[in-house]
């Protein structure tokens, strides 16, 4: 059963005090429900792709080619379903506090390009 407007908007409210109070809790059940997400859709998609299998290789001994067809696409449905979930779990690494986005990390903003100039210019600086 959906919730109503004023419940939905009661739970954001709560949500927004649990931030604002405790913010290394929120982050820390953020990304336990991430993980279980991605962990039900990896478990999922390689029953999708067992379930695929299968249905091949039904389709290739009793020589039905549609069951092989249905099959193999369900498993190339499968591994984009569990692809999806994982790349949609590194997205979700991604801070949301306007803190956190603020002040990047600087090993996640550079890369080995930027490290090597930023070094570079250090060494002419000392000179």
Excluded at 27 to 41: K, L
Aim: with cysteine; hydrophobic share 45%; glycine share 8%.
């Amino acid at each position: 059963m959906p919730l109503s407007e004023h419940e939905q908007k009661l739970l954001d409210e709560i949500e927004q005090a649990l931030y604002a109070e405790d913010p290394k809790f929120a982050a820390s059940v953020r990304t336990a429900r991430a993980r279980s997400r991605v962990r039900r859709s990896a478990v999922l998609g390689a029953v999708g792709v067992v379930v695929g299998l299968a249905l091949v290789l039904v389709g290739l001994v009793s020589q039905l080619i549609w069951a092989s067809v249905v099959g193999f696409v369900l498993v190339v449905g499968a591994c984009a379903f569990a692809v999806q979930a994982i790349r949609g779990r590194d997205r979700e690494r991604t801070p949301d506090t306007p803190e956190a986005a603020a002040t990047p990390d600087p090993k996640q903003t550079g890369g080995l390009r930027n490290r090597m100039e930023d070094r570079l210019r250090r060494r002419f600086d000392e000179n």
